[in-house]
């Protein structure tokens, strides 16, 4: 129920701004000597992980060697100073400390700081997250600040072969700026990321909060709720930015409140605020969608939308698309068939829809996509219809057969059932629950589908699998640590609970001014890279972007897939 609200509630939104604009300051951290050792050809090293507010002079004190020789074992530190994260190779400079041996050492340890998770972690270490679970059986709870972990040393970025400038790969200058880039969409990663703690980031959010017309409200009167879900969105978004700030981001918000009026729109634009951002997020109406992506693209600004589906990628490599339109969805899941479903697939539709050119379409679209996948798949779909008005299987010729014939007793079934058909699929999936004691089944549907009339126990034991649209159909794992620690924190901050629009804030805008502090000016051209070293979890909205040309934008090419599972009988994200 939406809470009755304050013209204040509006007034204090506002001013989150304002703090969110002070830059945060950052004490000296005092270099001690790790106790880390390992020995390389005979020498031994010291690795040390720099901490936030250490200095290549400081560090050079403690373990008292001099700072060029330092450089010379850490090429990296020729084209930039240190960095939080940054592991060093130190060599041991005669104290009597005894090195262990690199064969017999198989970890090093490292201490969890304020705002760190498994994937920062395994990303700065170069390993699997489930590297440090299974070394770490206590983590199984989360992980807590102050906490010490092991690494394994050997898949450790702490031991990584040290690479002379001949052997390196050629990367884009970290300096070098978007707006002057000629984009090369191969898919290969050519910049190296590090945290720009030094550089000031401005970002520019574009939500229709109507603050004017809200700002009259009264204690009795209730906030609209086509408004709340964007003051729940910015909600979301300041925790993200919150976040980011403590991990060392320099970052100016500054939030316009487009009021869905165009004329609004074209004021803001004049403002200097937007023509200085280094980042866009919103707004959210076509209407204004346009005016704004058009400004961005003159002016170079990489621009994200959010929350609609209208298409502003194509002849705009500046834009980012978080939410594709159905046939895009659909193309996304086809493929997602094509890579993961296999021995016996059964693709069944609906018989009054027979000669629908949509199923036809996907059945012809999802061979390819097999073939693609698994050259050896050379083999027909088989086809199945389904009348629910006699509640009979019937062949492409119209014949009625046993759906058991189909069937394998040996091995899993994959059943594609592409229909959005309420009683279809009810009628459907109460048949083949009653098949699922004899067969081993997976059955794989939309995600437009309504479950009021279905036995959820029926879901269990079919093995439903959904692909869930993170918008109109969200699947939010509230068993998940990160889901729980963002609800604690929302709730401690904004007194409510965190609805679909906070956790699309906060995922959106993690990811982008992530992506921001760690490439900088190099946004556009570090995409490739994202999935490398932006592989974070989201709660609730996958991203992966991939532009189709050099003159378009960036689609979101990321799918959820839900399983209910039998075993558990829990609704699991399987992709």
């Known amino acids: 129920m939406i809470m009755k609200l304050k013209a204040l509630f509006v007034l204090s939104l506002i001013l989150v701004v304002t703090t969110l604009n002070s830059n945060c300051q950052f004490q000296p951290t005092p270099v001690k000597k790790s106790n880390n050792q390992i020995t390389l050809k005979g020498k031994n090293f010291y690795l040390h992980e720099v901490l936030k507010g250490q200095t290549l002079y400081g560090i050079s004190k403690e373990y008292q060697v001099g700072e060029e020789e330092i450089k010379q074992l850490n090429p990296d530190l020729n084209k930039k100073s240190v960095y939080p994260g940054m592991v060093l190779r130190i060599p041991d400079a005669g104290t009597g400390t005894v090195a ?13 700081l304020p705002k760190e998770t498994f994937f920062s972690i395994a990303r700065k270490f170069k390993i699997k997250v489930d590297d440090i679970r299974e070394m770490n059986p206590e983590t199984k709870s989360g992980l807590k600040i102050g906490m010490v972990l092991k690494i394994p040393v050997e898949s450790s970025a702490a031991v990584t072969k040290t690479i002379s400038a001949e052997e390196s790969p050629a990367l884009v200058s970290v300096g070098q700026d978007d707006k002057s880039v000629d984009r090369k969409d191969d898919g290969t990663c050519r910049i190296k990321p590090f945290p720009h703690e030094n550089d000031k980031f401005r970002l520019a959010v574009l939500l229709p909060l109507n603050i004017a017309q809200n700002d009259t409200l009264t204690y009795l009167d209730t906030l609209k709720t086509e408004h709340f879900r964007f003051y729940e969105f910015l909600e979301g978004l300041y925790l993200a930015i919150d976040s980011m700030r403590q991990e060392g981001l320099n970052l100016t918000v500054e939030v316009f409140d487009t009021e869905r009026n165009p004329e609004t729109i074209r004021g803001i634009l004049n403002s200097d605020g937007l023509k200085e951002a280094n ?3 919103g707004p ?12 961005a693209k003159t002016k170079r600004i990489p621009m994200v939308s959010p929350l609609s589906t209208f298409d502003i990628v194509q002849d705009n490599p500046y834009a980012f698309q978080v939410r594709n339109k159905l046939p895009q969805q ?18 069944i539709g609906r018989y009054a829809e027979k000669t629908n050119p949509e199923f036809s379409k996907f059945t012809a679209n999802l061979g390819l996509s097999l073939k693609e996948h698994d050259r050896s798949k050379t083999g027909p779909l088989k086809i199945l219809f389904y009348s629910e ?10 014949q009625t057969v046993n759906p058991d014939s189909y069937l394998s007793s040996s091995i899993i079934n994959y059943i594609i059932l592409p229909s959005e058909n309420e009683v279809f699929t009810t009628e459907l999936i109460n048949e083949l629950h009653q098949k699922s004691t004899a067969f081993k089944m997976h059955v794989f549907g939309m995600n437009q589908w309504v479950f009021d009339d279905i036995d959820l126990g029926n879901l269990y034991n079919v093995n439903l699998e959904l692909y869930s649209d993170f918008d109109q159909y969200p699947f939010i794992d509230y068993e998940d640590s990160l889901v729980l620690n963002f609800c604690r924190k929302y709730k401690e901050n904004w007194n409510i609970e965190p ?13 982008f001014t992530r992506a921001l502090f760690q490439f900088g000016p190099n946004l556009i051209s570090s995409v490739p890279c994202w999935s490398e070293y932006l592989n974070h979890p989201t709660m609730l909205t996958p991203m992966k972007f ?4 050099s003159q378009a934008g960036f689609d979101n090419q990321a799918l959820t897939v839900v399983r209910y599972q039998k075993e558990l009988l829990l609704r699991r994200k399987v992709n």
Do not use: C
């Open 389 to 398: 008005s006699v509640r009979k299987f019937v062949n492409s010729e119209g």
């Open 546 to 549: 991939k532009s189709s040309s």
């Open 279 to 281: 980042l866009i997020i």
């Open 284 to 295: 959210v109406f076509r209407n204004e969608i346009e005016i704004v992506a058009a400004f």
């Open 100 to 112: 262990t041996p690199l064969k017999e050492a198989q970890f090093i340890t490292h201490t969890v």
């Open 499 to 511: 609805s679909k629009y906070s956790f699309q804030g906060f995922d959106i805008a993690y990811f």
């Open 330 to 347: 659909v193309e996304l899941a086809t493929d997602y068939l094509g890579s993961k479903f296999s021995q016996n697939l059964i693709v």
